[in-house]
């Protein structure tokens, strides 16, 4: 007997919630049933360190970011090395894939990318309530914040391996984030070394500074 298989949809769409997005498209040979369910999971761990090559992983996360038999996507997990213009197009558009689906958790992890690949809608998600953005710490890439930002309902932000831009920039950042709770900078450095950095949130809750 198929006990897996016997369990209800919203159960098994939990446990291929904690498997790597790779890992979930196979289980579709389990069964008729299992064919496409990995469609409806709303949780996507997508790492290119599991597959053989770069196309192949793009070529994997466009197909699986395709039209889906949902409309909402809860977290992704994006890890990836996009040292080309080429790969960092596709990296745009999947972020911005990302947050038409509504994503509520985004943690983004980069190796030798660009932090100006960041489309401006991401600044301006209605649903994001964790963001996470890692780039490498040799480099401490510039964050540039676009002219308007509006996350209205992020609660927990933490950055890695970033150049924070002027005092002005950073300021429209965190006035954008009206509920932000959690604040985090890990490797993290200043657009000048000598420059006062103001935060003014009185929501704030927890504020870490790791080197």
């Known amino acids: 007997m198929d006990r897996i298989g016997a369990l209800p949809d919203e159960l098994l769409r939990l446990i291929l919630s904690f498997l790597a997005t790779k890992d979930a498209v196979q289980s579709s040979v389990l069964s008729r049933r299992w064919r496409s369910f990995y469609r409806t999971v709303t949780c996507l761990d997508l790492s290119d360190g599991m597959h053989s090559s770069k ?7 466009c197909w699986v970011l395709m039209p889906r038999y949902t409309d909402r996507i809860e977290k992704v997990r994006l890890r990836c090395d996009c040292g080309t213009k080429f790969d960092a197009t596709y990296v745009t558009e999947w972020i911005a894939g990302c ?4 994503v509520q958790v985004l943690e983004l992890l980069f190796s030798d990318c660009k932090a100006n690949m960041l489309p401006h809608c991401l600044f301006n998600s209605q649903t994001l309530v964790v963001l996470k953005l890692q780039f490498s710490t040799d480099f401490c890439e510039l964050l540039r914040i676009p002219p308007s930002v509006s996350l209205r309902n992020l609660k927990q932000l933490h950055l890695t391996g970033v150049r924070l831009p002027d005092n002005d920039s950073f300021s429209r950042l965190i006035l954008g984030c009206p509920l932000l709770e959690d604040l985090r900078f890990v490797d993290c450095r200043f657009w000048e070394d000598d420059e006062a950095y103001y935060i003014s949130s009185p929501s704030l809750r927890k504020f870490t500074v790791e080197k």
């Open 55 to 61: 196309k192949k992983f793009r070529e994997f996360v």
């Open 99 to 102: 947050v038409c689906y509504g």
